[in-house]
């Protein structure tokens, strides 16, 4: 009989234990969605065209057509070549 008091004692520490781990998955869900309700409208503005002040596609057709050899690209700031990424081709014939 003691065994089987024992073994409920057990049993009901374990449901005790498991029960803020069921409510986790919950938890994340809700917390994921608050996050997006709150970041999404500023991350679709940013990803407008006309959110940018630079037109990056158009510079790289720009010096697609017109560059010439011994041209080169300044960066302003100097570690502002990130820029560059979107259209790495553009640059590859200037010098850097």
């Given amino acids: 009989m003691i065994h089987l008091k024992t073994a409920r004692r057990a049993s009901y520490a374990e449901d005790q234990r498991l029960a803020p781990c069921s409510a986790r998955p ?52 100097a570690g502002n070549w990130m820029c560059t990424l979107p259209y790495p081709d553009w640059v590859a014939r200037l010098d850097t």
Avoid: C, K, W
């Fill in 26 to 77: 919950a938890i994340s869900a809700a917390a994921l969605i608050v996050l997006a309700a709150f970041t999404g409208p500023a991350q679709v503005a940013i990803r407008q065209p006309h959110s940018r002040p630079d037109n990056l596609r158009e510079l790289a057709f720009t010096l697609r057509d017109h560059a010439r050899p011994g041209d080169a690209v300044l960066y302003v700031p």
